[in-house]
Structures are given as C-alpha cells and as structure tokens.
C-alpha cells in the first residue's frame, strides 16, 4: 500500500475555487479535431496546460500533463447524427493506452476496453476507430487502460453528435468539468496515483477544480442570449452538484439522451464522474452582471465558472418562444420484464465496509491478500474484471440488473454501450422516464435498472469513480 498522501480537503478546494480565482480568466478556445475528410488524427502525448491560469512567469503556469494532442481539453470532436467518425489514435504516451467512447451505443469491436474489446495500444503504436453513432447528444471520450492515471493526467476531450434539427440558440457551448490533484509547483501530485486510501474511499479527490481546463474560467455572454450548455464530469471521482446561481436554466438532455424539458432540481443538478446534462440558459441577467456557474458542497456553493455579461443592451426583449426540446434518438424502450434475462449485482467492499474476502484472478482471498494486489472492492464477490459474465442476452432481449450499494460510498454505475433506465428503487417500482448510461448510488441504495440489449458485443459495467474500477468494481455482460 503506498504512502497515504495529505488529503486535500473541502476548505482547500474552497480556497482555490473562490479565493485566488482568476476572475478574468478566458477559457481556452475549443479545438476542433483536424483531418482529412476520411480519417481525422488524435495523438495522445504528453503536453502542458496553464491549469492555474496565466501567471507573471509564464513557466509557472504551465502543469505538465497528458493530452489528446497534447491539449486541455481533447479537441473536440463534432459529427452529424448518422454520419460516420474515422480516426486514428496515435500513442505518443510511455505507456499502452486506448479510447472509449463514452455513452456512445457504437460497435463492441470499437468500444475501446482493453483487455476486452481490443489490445491496449503499445507506445508508439496506432488504432482505427470507425465510429457511427446513432444517437444525438453530448458525449465525451477518454482511454480504457489505466483509465484512473490517465483521465487524471487529462486524457479526456468531448464527443458531440448533432441533432438535423436541434434547437435555436445563439451559442452552444461546452464544459468539461474536473478537478486535479496538485502540488504546491502547481505540478499534478504523481505519488498518489494507485493510492489504496483514496480507492477505498471517495476516490481520488483533487483541490484544483477546472472548467475546460481553467480554474474559474469566465464565460462573457450577452443579456437575452439563448445558450445550449453542455457540462460533462470528467473528473476521476468528483461529484458536482451545479445550478447557475440567479438564472433558471432548463435541462434537455442527460448522459446524451433527451428528457422532457424540465427545470433542475432545487438542489442542483447532480453530475457523477462520467454524467453529462445538457441544459438551455436564457441569459435574463442584467447587462454587465456576473453569475456563477456553482457547484453545492456540504459547506456551501462555490463557483466553478462564472457568466459575465456584456455592458451592451440585451439581444432581445424577453426568452425565444422557439421550442427547445429535442427530437427522440433511436433507442429502444421497449421493456419487457417476462421476457427479461436478470442478474444481481452486489456491491461490496471500501473503507468501513463488511468485505472480508473475494476472489480475484480465480483465487478467494482474504481481504489482507486483496489489499496487497490493490484490490478492495468486489461485485458479487469478485474483485476485477472476472472470467464469466455478469449475464448472457440474446440481442433484443430485456435485461433486468438488481442492484445493490451495500457499502458506505456512493458509485457512479456506468453501463457500455446501451442505456438504461431506473424501474425500481429499494423494491418499489417507479416511474422514471430518464434514460442514462452512468447512475449515482447512494450508500445503502438498491436500484432496479432495465434496457433493452440490442448491440452485440462484450460490454462492461463499472464503477466510473476510477479508483474503485481500478480497485476491483468492475464486471461485463455479453449480447450473443
Ligand atoms: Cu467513461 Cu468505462 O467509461
Ligand atoms: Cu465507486
């Protein structure tokens, strides 16, 4: 077990997101992936990033990290619903990677889970994607190898596919949530990684919170302006709990998916690591006022961006009446629970947790013997990714999951390609509409998720606070 580092806490994070905020801060601008028409080219390599912002020396304010193109975020990659997505990933890391590509229901042989789906891509090596996303929506994509260092040390960009007729808004804009663990030089706190303290509990919490790759950035927009907000969580374990203080935006979509326009929780939204929401922001402020884009701790709100708008008069008098809905994607929903193949999916393990042994790599092993092969979380009672699956479907067939959270930790459940929807909590059938492909649990929580398993393939199931994937809570089911 390695050194348990000083444990960055609440009050720190507090104190970097509020108090030496670089107010003026400009976010990065969003690069668009470049190519030939046929094939665009990404290379994950090693780069830099002004993380804490542009300082009086510029060296000091440049972390070294790893990127898509060397860059914070990945450039972002855009394409048309329907329309094809080839790329090659080239690895300039000094270690083996791959990309998935989260949320999106695409070919198992492209899903890009090492050990699974395809061969981790040696250093110096390459990989073909050949994407065709059927689904509209907000997407992101990140490496399956290594996935707690790697997304840690900013391998993470987003994935848009385009609605034919999405909604009038003056802009849309992206942000990719996350929050770093760094050292005093502003250097990424390298030590840590692998850390069995920050698995067992909460995962890897950071103190440096960034908004597409800048604490605090300030977003200038216009009073009036129509925007379309697309927030991902990128970080490795971090829950954001948002709203945008003053203003009541709508929420369109989840993980990808529409919803029913509706107005977010009074608490905030809640975005788990891998979560996406994708909101409609009618900017009623005044010219020249300031709000924050917030994220709700236990010991308050605090700002991750803010929205600065232009002294100029507003853009019109009062919101759009267009519709902001979004057209249906091509899933099937149809559930059909007697025709269902089912499974149970305990959760088992973590600090202050009642595992005392699971197997792992076909052997049971007391929970001192798991702990020394970094393991100490189990899914019915096996630690990592095991031999068999979790379950069998024939293709378009229901599948039922129980499952349970027996431990004192929260876990953001995400399923590979399909989504799925919530029938049942704590035995009690409910009626939630929302298709996701990533589920925060509360500790003690027992959901019923159900989907139709209509793509082919070997599918993982997992934990997406990345420290406890890493550390055992991690399965697969596979649609014949
Ligand atoms: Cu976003 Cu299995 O990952
Ligand atoms: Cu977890």
Known sequence: MSAVPSNPTRRRLLRNACGIALATAVPPPVVIAEGDAERLSLEARPGRAALRGPARDASASQTAIWGYDGQLPGPLLRVR????LRLRLRNGLPQATSVHWHGLRIANAMDGVAGLTQEAIPPGGHFDYDLLPPDAGSYWYHPHQQSAEQLARGLYGALVVEEREPPAVDRDLLLILDDWRLDEDGQLD???FGNLHDAAHGGRL???????GVNTPGFAVRAGERLRLRLINAANARIFRVDIEGHEPTLIALDGQPVVPRALPAEGQWLAPGQRA?????CSGEPAARAALRTHL???PHAMATFDYAAARPLRDGPPETP???PANPLATRIEPDAAVSAALLMQGGAMGSLRSARYRGRELPMRELVGQGMVWAFNGEAGLPESPLLRARRGQTVLIDIANDNRWPHAMHLHGHHFRVLARDGRAVDEADWRDTLLMAPGERVQIGFVADNPGKWVLHCHMLEHQAAGMVTWLEVA
């Open 278 to 282: 994708d909101l409609i922001l009618d």
């Open 190 to 192: 390298l030590a840590s």
């Open 81 to 84: 619903q329907g329309e094809p």
């Open 324 to 326: 902001i809905a979004l």
């Open 206 to 212: 950071g103190n440096w919170p960034t908004v597409n």
């Open 298 to 300: 236990r010991d308050g």
